[in-house]
């Protein structure tokens, strides 16, 4: 199919737009920041019959603290995480790594939302919000279903949502008081740059030395969907986090990813990088933790 | 095919043509402002920045059915030869460009960041403001100059407008 056959609509309403995913009989995909999209429509890989444009969709673009948590809108670009203030304070993590993510231009037009529903494995804002216990809100016209961020993910670029749903929500967990969290991410330059290998960590501190209570770790590029670190996260209570406990926590790292080679780098390099950015990660986190 | 209207650098354009059309290819094939270039066509290089209601975004994906009654503004709405702008000014005056190609891109880039910074930015905040641009001659190190020598120029300007009690030019 010609790009010029692709039909567009932009809906104004969500349930205008849901009304459509529902009904609509030939292929049709949503289209938002358009970073992903477009780039795939050009390659010949994504040609629907359809693009639902819900770039319009201008209430689906927040971010609210609520009872059950910090609520993220679809359609927040990365710019608007950087730049939330509610986020920096409770949720430190999920800002360096929208901070992580291409340039200015691309992070004033990528959506998290885009960033979930491309799924790749490589998405930088994915195992932070593995650590800050994402639940992404699915809503269709049969009503809503809410998945925990370890479920949605299926394989690359597949995920357990349906053709007639879109993610209307994001639901994070704020950091407590005592919680710190760094996202470390390795890539071929400083900007515009896909993950060779990235890691989220989250660590609740207790007391005001360098025992931690427990955390959570997650690694991305290193496996079909991200993944959490879970040897890596029961040694982080065992003993100290000083240099020498860090670095018996990070050699752990190569056995929990299980990478592959491709055009950005090998699966021995991932491995080993795992490792090293864990190592620098926890480093990190703890002068931060001493300098607070 | 559709009618789609919008504002390109204050003014209203109406065009008719298919909405998956890129914006990049719309402004310049069918309005003629060949300003914004295309290179990588995937988000990488940046020759294509134009704002969007102020922030500078990739127009080769931006899809023009996106694009209904936004406000566009491109290098040529930031300055022309005979109106430049400061940005434009000091690209000249510090040697920042060689081949051009990339120019136009940093332009708007320079001129986003530059609305959004309250005092003369660092060296690293003006790399990290660019580092979406692509510039394969120069190096660098004059667009960063140029960058700087524009954003002490402009800061100076409302400086001066601020002692004499007049801010609404707003030095640019």
């Not at chain 1, 291409?102 to 195992?127: E, F, V, Y």
């Not at chain 1, 030395?209 to 290193?222: E, H, L, M, P, T």
């Not at chain 2, 910074?117 to 003006?126: A, G």
């Amino acid at each position: 199919m010609m790009v010029s056959e692709i039909d567009m609509i932009s809906p104004e309403t969500m349930e205008e737009c849901l009304q459509i995913l529902n009904e609509y009989e030939q292929e049709v995909r949503l289209l938002a920041g358009g970073t992903d999209a477009v780039v795939r429509m050009k390659e010949g890989h994504w040609r629907p019959k359809l693009w639902l444009n819900i770039k319009g969709l201008r209430d689906l673009r927040f971010i609210c603290e609520e009872k059950d948590g910090i609520h993220i809108g679809p359609l927040t670009t990365h710019t608007d995480m950087v730049q939330s203030s509610l986020l920096q304070e409770k949720a430190d993590v999920l800002v360096h790594a929208a901070k992580e993510v291409g340039a200015t231009q691309i992070r004033n037009m990528g959506t998290i939302g885009g960033n979930l529903g491309t799924a790749s494995p490589a998405g930088d804002t994915i195992p932070a919000l593995f650590v800050l216990d994402a639940v992404i809100e699915l809503s269709s016209v049969n009503g809503i279903r809410r998945i925990p961020i370890e479920e949605f993910f299926v394989g690359p670029g597949k995920t357990v949502q349906h053709k007639s749903e879109m993610i209307t929500n994001i639901i994070i967990r704020p950091q407590e008081e005592n919680e710190i969290g760094i996202f470390e991410k390795l890539g071929p330059r400083k900007a515009q740059a896909i993950s060779i290998v990235n890691v989220a960590i989250s660590l609740k501190m207790s007391g005001d030395g360098w025992q931690c209570a427990g955390g959570k770790i997650a690694f991305g590029s290193v496996a079909p969907t991200v993944i959490r670190a879970r040897k890596c996260e029961v040694l982080l209570t065992l003993q100290e986090l000083n240099e020498e406990g860090i670095s018996n926590i990070a050699s752990l790292a190569w056995k929990e990813v299980a990478p592959i080679s491709d055009v950005r780098a090998s699966a021995a390099y991932r491995r080993d990088m795992s490792t090293a950015l864990l190592e620098r990660g926890l480093l990190r986190l703890m002068k931060r933790w001493e300098d607070r | 095919m559709a009618t789609i209207r919008f504002k390109v650098n204050g003014k209203e354009k109406v065009v008719d043509t298919h909405t998956t059309k890129t914006l990049l290819d719309v402004l310049r094939d069918d309005l003629y402002l060949t300003g914004s270039k295309e290179c990588c066509g995937k988000g990488e290089c940046g020759s294509c920045s134009v704002m969007i209601n102020d922030e500078v975004v990739c127009s080769c994906l931006v899809l023009v059915g996106q694009v209904e009654g936004e406000d566009i503004k491109t290098v040529e709405g930031v300055g022309t030869s005979t109106n430049m702008d400061i940005i434009q000014e000091a690209f000249i005056k510090e040697g920042a460009t060689q081949c051009g190609y990339c120019t136009p891109g940093f332009i708007v880039a320079a001129r986003s960041f530059l609305n959004k910074i309250e005092k003369v930015p660092t060296l690293e905040e003006i790399e990290e403001g660019i580092a979406g641009n692509i510039c394969r001659c120069t190096g660098y190190t004059k667009i960063v100059k140029a960058i700087q020598t524009a954003a002490e120029e402009r800061f100076s300007r409302i400086g001066a407008a601020v002692t004499q009690g007049n801010l609404q030019g707003k030095g640019d």
